[in-house]
């Protein structure tokens, strides 16, 4: 098992890139499997849940084609069974997002019930009654979502409660090739759902409304493949412009989507970062010696993104000030908050909000990550603390950021990668 050792204490200045987006490149690629000719994607991150996705599609049969610049060509012709193994679903329950692909085009599926993970339960009843809303009988049975359907799946009304980001996607990709209309009320409006609509379109779906909680998908008999670039990971993006808000110093990040970040912009604004922004860049200066602590409340999109709720824990926790941060997303994705403490963080956690007060400095110590999230925050706590830190099962870390250890010495910090195994 790798770790990551930091020593802390340095400006972070200089110029990156953003990958594409881990929480856009699942679906997308799950969406190969509605259509009838090679769907090429492109600007895919190199970070395992991908690695795993192409290994799930692979397992059913499906032809794919990685060149060197990780594009990949899926080919779903080829397809030879329709189950998603548990083997697979264990290491990433994004896998779900492959039930609606395969009932809609091959009318039958059996999918491996996710298990939760570190942040919640991640119950999966919502993709499941909307599935069954449109026509399929579904029995679980052994840890299996065992799923068919008596030719296509017909379109219907479907309202979420709560927002559901997957469900949303799994109903988009099920809903374009189902007969007649579907309308999905409380859709989730995350910038990966209109990125995944894009790509359905592109391939000869008809979706209006992407982008608002309500999105109306007429049925299409066939959908093409055709080629997709996926979005900039705007999750990714805010970790580092909160990396360089904690040092100080000043960033400049590239091919990326300032507003698919407006409200991580304007809190980090708050905090005293200056910023400006361009069509893909983003500038940000720090030259406050601490930032001002920010209370926030976390919720769907446009609010405040619950994947950046950790690395502002972090933030806090060194800022000038006192925050509380309210997660309303996941019933318990504080994880990182004891290890922070443990670096000396000054935070105490009542139901799902953490009342942070900033302490001038961190100290480096052992700790360990426990979500892809939390081990973030880790990073951005070392990145700042006294003396050295090491974070360890980084493979969670290795999920959603791609070759961080290297953009950061990019960027000056002191990280190596110290490989145990
Ligand atoms: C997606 O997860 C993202 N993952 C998550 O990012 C992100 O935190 C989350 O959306 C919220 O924005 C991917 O896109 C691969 P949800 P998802 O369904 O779709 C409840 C990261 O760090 N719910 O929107 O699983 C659920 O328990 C990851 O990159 C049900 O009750 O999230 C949660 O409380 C972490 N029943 C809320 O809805 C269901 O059937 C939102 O979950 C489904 C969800």
């Not at 856009?24 to 996705?53: E, Q």
């Not at 579904?138 to 068919?148: D, M, R, S, T």
């Not at 922004?277 to 720090?286: C, I």
């Amino acid at each position: 098992m790798d770790k990551l050792v930091i020593k802390g204490g340095r400006q972070l200045r200089g110029e990156i890139s953003a990958s594409g987006a881990k929480n856009s490149a699942l679906p997308v690629l799950a969406a190969s499997l509605l259509a009838d000719s090679p769907l090429k994607v492109s600007n895919l991150p190199h970070l395992n849940d991908v690695t795993t996705m192409i290994e799930l599609l692979g397992s059913m049969g499906l032809d794919i084609i990685l060149n060197e610049d990780m594009d990949v060509l899926v080919d779903s012709s080829t397809i030879k069974n329709l189950n998603a193994r548990y083997e697979l679903v264990k290491t990433m329950r994004a896998s779900i997002v492959v039930l609606g692909p395969l009932l809609s085009k091959f009318h039958q599926a059996e999918v491996a019930l996710p298990g939760g993970c570190a942040i919640g339960s991640r119950p999966v009843n919502l993709h499941i009654q909307a599935m069954r809303e449109m026509g399929a009988d579904i029995v679980l049975e052994n840890g299996y979502i065992k799923a068919k359907t008596q030719g296509r799946l017909k379109g219907a009304n479907i309202s979420f409660d709560p927002v559901s980001v997957g469900a949303t996607e799994n109903v988009l990709m099920a809903a374009s090739l189902a007969e007649g209309i579907t309308t999905i009320n409380n859709a989730a409006k995350e910038p990966e759902v209109v990125d995944l609509a894009r790509c359905l379109i592109n391939m000869g779906a008809k979706i209006e409304g992407a982008g608002t909680d309500k999105i109306i998908i007429e049925g299409v008999e066939s959908l093409s493949g055709g080629e997709f670039s996926v979005m900039p990971d705007r999750v990714e993006t805010a970790t580092y412009l909160t990396a360089v808000t904690m040092t100080g110093g000043k960033i400049k990040i590239k091919n990326t989507m300032p507003d698919s970040l407006t409200s991580v912009i304007h809190k980090l604004q708050e905090s005293g970062a200056e910023i400006s922004t361009g069509k893909d860049w983003v500038l940000l200066e720090m030259k406050k010696e601490r930032p001002i602590s920010i209370s926030l409340s976390t919720g769907p999109y446009p609010s405040f993104p619950t994947d950046m709720q950790a690395q502002f824990v972090a933030l806090n926790s060194i800022a000038k000030g006192s925050a509380s941060i309210s997660e309303t997303v996941f019933e318990n994705r504080f994880m990182h908050v004891q290890e922070i403490a443990r670096m000396g963080g000054k935070i105490t956690l009542k139901g799902n909000t953490a009342f942070i007060e900033g302490i001038e400095t961190l100290i480096g110590a052992p700790v360990m990550a426990t979500d892809l999230r939390a081990s973030a925050s880790l990073v951005l706590a070392g990145l700042v603390a006294e003396g050295s830190t090491s974070i360890d099962r980084i493979y969670h870390i290795d999920r959603g950021y791609e070759r961080i250890e290297e953009k950061l010495k990019v960027l000056g910090a002191d990280i190596e990668r110290i490989s145990l195994t």
